[in-house]
């Protein structure tokens, strides 16, 4: 489950799928917490912490801290990873080393790049000391499934790289995930499904989505909703296809794609 504890990012990318910016706000310990709840309740065991960049939440290291305990009294063993675009390094090294003795935290993923982030240079340039780090790995490579969602559907070459993305919408996944579930069975057993891992993604503002983005519909409230009202309502969720890889979703031919739309209650009058 991805939990997005701020909208806080100066960087600013011009393909970001939330519209982060240096003025985002940040999650709430209340609506982290209720989020961790609601986690627990779908029998999730893999938590991903992002953002904006979720360093910049002034709680980062506490909310960390606390996720570790949670994980660890857990019935249900996981573990937990953050993304990262790496702007904290040099300054934090010591807070990132000893982030990584806390026994449910597997790792940061650190990702840049020099085409979308202003700072990859840099980050590129001190790759060795930063990939030094314990428990913090370093990827550089090309955007391989740009999403027309946030910046980057106004932006001419995130465009240019939705248009040849051989995938589909980024919550896809998410909904035919929750239609394998039950109120009995939850997520148990089933997070750790490739390119489902993160969904749902719960935001700063505590709203449910079963796309990767804040931008995305939601489906319910961690702070407001009784969780089973929550659940139910992403099982019936049918995706919006608002998006240019939503709508290539539906006229597409390809059997796997055909049978997807019929268990997500697409009739095909609706391509």
């Not at 912490?49 to 570790?68: A, M, N, R, S, V």
């Not at 080393?97 to 979308?116: D, E, F, R």
């Not at 890889?245 to 609706?270: H, P, Q, T």
Request: proline share 4%; charged share 25%.
């Amino acid at each position: 489950m991805l939990i997005q504890i701020t909208n806080k990012c100066h960087e600013g990318c011009a393909h970001c799928m939330h519209c982060s910016n240096p003025n985002g706000e940040h999650m709430s310990e209340t609506t982290f917490k209720n989020a961790l709840r609601f986690g627990q309740f779908l029998g999730a065991s893999a938590y991903i912490i992002t953002g904006g960049e979720p360093t910049e939440h002034p709680k980062f290291t506490e909310f960390c801290q606390y996720l570790d305990r949670f994980i660890k009294q857990s019935k249900t063993p996981g573990g937990f990873t953050v993304t990262s675009n790496g702007t904290w390094f040099p300054e934090r090294t010591e807070e990132m080393i000893k982030l990584a003795k806390l026994q449910s935290y597997v790792g940061m993923q650190v990702y840049t790049n020099s085409k979308w982030y202003k700072d990859a240079s840099f980050i590129i340039e001190h790759s060795k000391e930063l990939s030094a780090i314990p428990k913090i790995i370093l990827t550089t490579d090309e955007i391989r499934s740009m999403q027309d969602l946030g910046r980057a559907k106004t932006n001419e070459q995130a465009q240019k790289e939705i248009a040849d993305n051989p995938h589909y919408m980024s919550c896809l996944n998410g909904h035919l995930l929750f239609k394998q579930t039950s109120p009995t069975r939850k997520l148990t057993g089933l997070d750790h499904t490739p390119g489902v891992v993160c969904k749902p993604c719960i935001d700063y503002k505590g709203n449910v989505h079963l796309s990767e983005s804040c931008l995305c519909p939601s489906f319910g409230n961690v702070n407001d909703d009784y969780m089973l009202d929550i659940f139910n309502n992403l099982r019936e969720a049918k995706p919006c296809c608002q998006c240019a890889l939503g709508k290539k979703f539906l006229k597409s031919d390809n059997i796997k794609i055909v049978v997807a739309r019929n268990l997500l209650g697409f009739k095909e009058e609706e391509k």
